[in-house]
């Protein structure tokens, strides 16, 4: 049954309805209403969860890596500086492959100082080896975190959900809650085999020399690349369980005949094909919700990209003295193809700055007939000092 | 006497108290932590599970692909020992499991990187035993000071020269913040009585809620004595008041292992190279020894710690009994 | 190799051990047997600390055997020795010695009450056989040791009954009859065969004994006195102090003196006045050119006799002169009506030590008779050949007579002896060699050195007084009354928990609990050298926690080859 929910909210029930035994969280704005969601839920006695309540992120993700080591089903939701804070932590996780899934409220990295939405917190962790998905709407943030469990435990990776700050945390939309008999049968008890247990006891975290460290990484690498194949499939077990599909490793709209196409991530995909509707000056045009960051969906971005002379890729964050990081990826990808198309690189909405449905026709119309190098695309160089940096 | 032959194998596999640790583990000569990690297990048991810091203990006891814990254990980073802790425990009561919690963690990574962690799992009473081996050094990476390193010791980064006379700082009173936290039981110990370790290990898993234990761990190296001195070298530090043996229950003091004849702290100090330039003709070490005296005095009559008539003190509590201890 | 890696990097329980750090040592413990001082100074030959160890555990019968197996007569021992071993006992530097000769005596003790057996079977009838003349403790004792080893004693007795000087010359308020015949009549049931009424000279022959028997050991005693004499004047009825004693012991009467001076400083010249007061001589006298043991007295200056005898000596009313000789008897006729008595001491010139008189320090002390005590020598008769002129008969340090003959000696009829526990030993000793000399494989008992006080860690014991038993206060001794009470037994238990066990493993658990590298492992059963704890030389690192923790001194750090 459909229902008005903010996203937050929505988040909330998932990860109460998949039965995380413990949640561990510092508030954080905009990831605040997530957790508070789910202390209401424990104190009306509607959640049966462990919630600890940390005095900092690092010691969130550690409260959580701990629970999920000691069998039980773990989750956390940060942004921004809470993110990096618990980045030695991200990377520990993922290196000592412990599944948990942890909700990422998007939003920009200080200094300087925003609480609005961007996506430079979860790119600066994308070398974690974490699995990174992307959601463009609430229904899908719910979908995707209820899969991003099954994803996590399968692969014994964990799992990252990004979900655009405000946009979608603050905002309401009808959400399709699934039904708990749903998701007990899509997300069966938590089954760690190498969990802490005294009849059958390890040691985790052992310190490894040069001879064995590549291997140890190679065996990672190689469970994010089975991603690949993993997150699709959940993605199509989840839609025949309840008729919604959350967009596999990435997900296209428009015209199959386009030769322009358009790539996001999150959010302003809705914004974007909300223009495309609006504007008929930018049909034909393609547009791909890239929804798995990582593993890098290489091959199935070639597919997507079939018959395009030019890609646009907009990304809400920058690598400074670089330039785009999700366009970077996307050019190395297609450079394989036969016949690549021209990627032309911007970076919209840095800080929360709000992407106007007219941006897209303002965006095709500028185009350069080769692209240029990467540039945010509404800076307003009225702002900008003259020279100097 | 038998004639039987019994391998040491067979030998080692029917030791009469539980082994959390093994031996082939890399600690130095004489490693006070190791003994004390293997004290804390005895009295534990083996129905448990360990969070363990960075640090030496971490370092020698697992180097992949061996490891000398016979216990659940996992190692997860430097400052986060209090929180994965805390996360364990609340998975193992939502469980619905009776395995405790152990947090081991070195005087750095309790004192200094680790004490937020610590702090927060404390506040939100999760039940863990905390367990620091305090060596007063980061020891496993060169010597450096920490903030339990003594006033006056020297280490590579507060090293004794014309200009300074080791550590500048005060030991940090790391059982007066434990105290305010109004936890249910917190004491520090001492390798050199063994029994007594083992004692607190066991009435702080008696008691609900979280626990912290201080044990003193006389690190060779970093101290700078033989490693058969180990357990002297302990033993004099209590002996002469530096550091007491103490038990706290919700921030009072409920028990001491008193002092029947306090020590000169000169006794202790005279037998680890890190306090060797105390003892040059120089007027500022005559000062610097006086002022560590001082603060022997000054802990004997904060704790209480002249012996009053019963009970044991520390000439009684490790006086050795023919055909061993009672050992529970 | 084969080494997989693991997602996580996660390694399996216990797998440390494939290490072996033992190959990071330079030096390694080891368990030496230290010898207890209180072992070295026993002079049976005694190891205290062994049989203290086991009545501190509890097992007071066990203990009783290991005693016996070097000293057979502990009861009386416990009660006539003058335990050397309680004055080089370590424990004495820290608070009190251990009261050995009381727990020794408990033991002795309740092997009477409760007729423990001893641990011995007897010989198998074509077992060689050996003659032992007299049946004193050194005749005992050979008897004894020779009887654990397969052969077969066979005991020649002069008097009527065995015991030696303690049954003839002890007084039962020191030894009480009922103990020294209880734990002979035991001894000899074991199957020592003894006959009596058999004495040298008269009824038998050394060189019959020599063609009849596989070797022979002669334990006589010395039954004459030293002749005594005061410049050249000897008294008419002089009686020996010796010759008293046993009159005494055996009839149970004495002259009625009034007053009279007993010479000598020794247990006879003690027993005998302590008799005499008994007696209900009004005034003893005792007259010695040595003095009372003290702390600030010399070893070469003391009375030989026990202090605690001499003690209750004087509470019983002795009068002790020390420091005196005599110099003339005063005469009627040939009666003695009193000594002049001189200031005497020895001195040392160079190696030897000379009585000096001094001269112009004269005295008279009116005495009915004078009794000399002043030591005894070997009676000749059967002896004249081995004897010569000589006191005692000489032996060599395995107690044989001479190279290669089948004839040993030992006890009071060698010189420098005179303490029952030194007769033991002699017996013991010369059992060993005659052992030997039946082709009967002895083990070599090689010793090591003997654990001083600095080889211990005292820090490991708390002060604790030393168990006394009571000693009966004077208006009570009467007649044949013991006077030294023997400990309860918690008092002996909390005694015995008082020993220090130098240079032997009591189990302390010490080195088990603190080695950082569980490289000792206890065993269920004691290991082959005795301890309870064995190295684990494959992970031992050599850091020498355990041997510098030992209480005991029983590990010692030596280096790796």
Not at chain 2, 192 to 216: I, M, N, Q, T
Not at chain 2, 249 to 264: F, I, Q
Not at chain 2, 288 to 304: C, F, K, S, T, W
Request: net charge negative; with cysteine.
């Amino acid at each position: 049954m459909r229902q008005p929910l903010e996203g937050s909210q929505a988040i909330a029930r998932a990860v109460v309805a998949a039965r995380a035994q413990v949640v561990a969280a510092y508030p954080i704005t905009p990831q605040t209403h997530i957790v508070e969601h789910i202390a209401r839920m424990v104190a009306d006695g509607a959640a049966s969860c462990e919630l600890v309540s940390v005095e900092s992120e690092f010691s969130a993700a550690s409260v959580v890596l701990g629970a999920a080591m000691a069998g039980s089903r773990a989750y956390t939701a940060t942004a921004s500086q809470g993110l990096l804070l618990m980045g030695e932590v991200l990377y520990n996780i993922a290196g000592l492959r412990v599944p948990l899934v942890m909700t990422v409220a998007n939003r920009a990295l200080s200094a300087p100082l925003s609480i609005w939405n961007d996506q430079q917190d979860s790119m600066a962790m994308r070398d974690a080896g974490w699995v990174q998905l992307y959601c463009s709407d609430n229904q899908e943030a719910v979908d995707t975190t209820i899969q991003a469990f099954r994803i996590a435990e399968t692969l014994e990776v964990p799992v990252m959900v990004c979900v655009d700050g405000f946009t979608l945390t603050h905002t309401l939309e009808a959400i399709e809650l699934p039904e708990q008999e749903v998701v007990d049968r899509f997300l069966p008890p938590y089954r760690f085999a190498r969990a802490l247990d005294p009849l059958h006891p390890k040691t985790f975290g052992t310190l490894v020399g040069p001879e064995y460290y590549a291997e140890m990484r190679e065996l990672h690498h190689r469970a994010l690349l089975a991603a690949l194949e993993v997150i699709p499939r959940v993605d199509e077990e989840w839609a025949a369980a309840t008729g919604r599909a959350s967009g596999g490793l990435l997900r296209m709209e428009g015209d199959s005949e386009a030769r322009t196409g358009v790539l996001t991530l999150g959010s302003i995909f809705g914004t974007l094909a909300d223009a495309r509707e609006v504007y008929a000056d930018c049909r034909p045009l393609r547009l791909v919700h890239l929804r798995c960051f990582r593993p890098f969906p290489a091959a199935a971005l070639r597919a997507a990209a079939a018959g395009l002379e030019r890609l646009v890729v907009l990304e809400r964050a920058i690598s400074p003295g670089a330039g785009g990081i999700v366009t970077a990826e996307v050019r190395a990808a297609l450079a394989e193809l036969d016949r690549p198309p021209q990627v032309h690189g911007f970076a919209v909405g840095l800080g929360g700055r709000d992407v106007p449905l007219d941006l897209l026709p303002r965006l095709l119309a500028s185009l350069p007939p080769r692209p240029g190098p990467f540039r945010i695309f509404d800076l307003d160089v009225q702002k900008l000092p003259e020279g100097g940096s | 006497m038998t004639n039987e032959t019994v391998s040491l194998d067979n030998l080692r596999a029917n030791q009469p108290r539980f082994s959390g640790l093994t031996s082939g583990h890399r600690a130095c000569l004489g490693c006070g932590q190791a003994l004390a990690a293997r004290l804390v297990l005895e009295a534990a048991g083996p129905d448990v599970m360990i969070a363990n810091a960075t640090g030496c203990l971490e370092i020698f006891t697992t180097p992949w692909p061996e490891s000398a814990w016979r216990v659940p254990w996992l190692h997860s980073l430097f400052e986060n020992t209090g929180a994965v802790a805390a996360g364990m425990e609340a998975a193992l009561k939502a469980q619905g499991k009776s395995t405790r919690v152990l947090a081991f963690g070195g005087d750095g990574g309790t004192f200094d990187i680790g004490f937020q962690a610590l702090s927060g799992m404390l506040e939100r009473g999760h039940e863990v035993l905390y367990v620091c081996f305090d060596n007063e050094a980061y020891m496993n990476t060169g010597i450096q000071r920490s903030s339990s390193t003594p006033h006056a010791a020297a280490t590579t980064t507060s090293p004794a020269g014309r200009a300074r006379m080791g550590k500048r700082h005060l030991k940090k009173d790391i059982l007066s913040i434990i105290a305010a936290h109004h936890i249910p039981y917190a004491a520090t110990a001492s390798v050199a009585y063994p029994a007594d370790v083992r004692k607190k290990v066991r009435r702080a898993l008696a008691l609900p809620g979280p626990s912290f234990l201080l044990v003193h761990s006389p690190c060779p190296l970093g101290w700078g004595h033989e490693g058969a001195l180990s357990i002297e070298v302990a033993r004099l530090a209590v002996e002469t008041g530096l550091f007491p043996l103490v038990e706290l229950e919700r921030g009072s003091v409920v028990g001491v292992l008193p002092l029947r004849e306090p020590k000169p702290v000169t006794e202790y100090l005279k037998l680890q190279g890190r306090f060797a330039h105390l003892f040059a003709d120089d007027p500022r070490a005559r000062e610097e020894l006086a002022h560590l005296q001082a603060l022997a005095d000054a802990n004997i009559e904060r704790y209480g710690l002249r012996a009053t008539a019963g009970g044991l003190d520390t000439e009684s509590a490790d006086t050795v009994r023919r055909g061993g201890g009672q050992w529970a | 190799m084969g080494v997989i890696v693991t997602p996580g990097g996660f390694a399996l329980p216990g797998t440390a051990t494939a290490f072996k750090t033992g190959t990071w040592r330079i030096e390694r413990p080891t368990h030496v047997h230290g010898v207890a001082p209180c072992h070295g100074a026993c002079l049976a030959g005694e190891d205290p600390q062994a049989w203290i160890d086991r009545l501190a555990r509890g097992d007071a019968e066990e203990a009783w055997r290991i005693l016996v197996a070097a000293n057979p007569l502990p009861a009386s021992t416990g009660r006539v020795c003058p335990h050397p071993c309680e004055s080089a006992c370590n424990r004495g530097g820290y608070d009190q010695a251990l009261n050995i000769h009381g727990l020794e005596r408990f033991l002795g003790d309740a092997a009477l009450a409760r007729d423990w057996a001893y641990p011995v079977t007897s010989p198998p009838p074509d077992a060689p056989r050996v003659a032992i003349v007299g049946a004193g403790p050194a005749g005992l004792s050979c008897a004894w040791q020779l009887l654990r080893r397969g052969i077969q004693p066979v005991l020649l007795e002069a008097l009527n009954q065995a015991g030696g000087i303690p049954r003839t010359a002890i007084p039962p308020y020191r030894l009480p009859r009922a103990v020294l015949d209880g734990e002979i009549t035991r001894l000899l049931a074991t199957g020592i065969e003894c006959r009596f009424h058999e004495r040298l000279g008269r009824d038998f022959s050394l060189e019959e004994l020599e063609a009849e028997y596989a070797a022979v050991f002669l334990a006589v005693g010395t039954q004459k006195s030293r002749p005594f004499s005061v410049e050249g004047a000897v008294p008419r009825d002089l009686h020996y102090g010796l010759d008293l004693l046993r009159h005494w012991l055996a009839e149970g009467a004495v002259p009625a003196w009034d007053e009279v001076a007993i010479i000598g400083g020794g247990n006879t010249a003690v027993d005998v006045a302590r008799i005499l007061r008994r007696a209900g001589v009004r005034a003893v006298h005792l007259i010695t050119h040595e003095r009372i043991p003290a702390r600030d007295v010399p070893e070469h200056e003391r009375m030989r006799a026990a202090p605690d005898e001499i003690a209750q000596a004087v509470e019983e009313g002795v009068i002790i002169h020390e420091n005196r000789m005599v110099r003339r008897l005063i005469l009627r006729g040939e009666r003695v009506v009193g000594v002049e008595l001189v200031h005497a001491r020895k001195l040392r010139e160079g190696e030897r030590l000379r009585l000096h008189a001094f001269e112009g320090t004269e005295s008279v002390l009116k005495v009915e008779q004078v009794i000399p005590a002043i030591g005894q020598v070997v009676d000749e008769a059967g002896l004249e050949k081995l004897l010569g002129q000589r006191e005692f008969l000489r032996i060599d340090e395995e107690g044989r007579l001479a190279a290669g003959s089948r004839l040993f000696a030992g006890g009071d009829c060698r010189p420098g002896l005179g303490t029952v526990a030194g007769a033991i030993a002699d017996g013991a000793r010369a059992a060993a060699a005659i052992a030997r000399l039946l082709g009967r494989a002895e083990a070599a008992s090689a010793r090591g050195p003997v654990v001083g006080p600095s080889r211990l860690n005292l820090h490991y014991f708390d002060h604790a007084p030393r168990q006394e038993a009571s000693v009966v206060p004077v208006a009570q001794r009467h007649g044949d009354r013991e006077v030294q009470e023997g400990l309860e037994a918690a008092a002996a238990a909390a005694e015995a928990a008082r020993c220090f066990s130098c240079g032997n493993c009591m189990a302390c658990d010490n080195c088990f609990t603190l080695c950082p590298d569980n490289a000792v492992l206890k065993t269920v059963t004691p290991a082959a050298d005795g301890s309870h704890y064995v190295f684990d030389y494959d992970y031992c690192k050599g850091c020498g926690l355990c041997a510098h923790e030992c209480p005991v001194g029983y590990i010692t750090m030596v280096a790796e080859e």
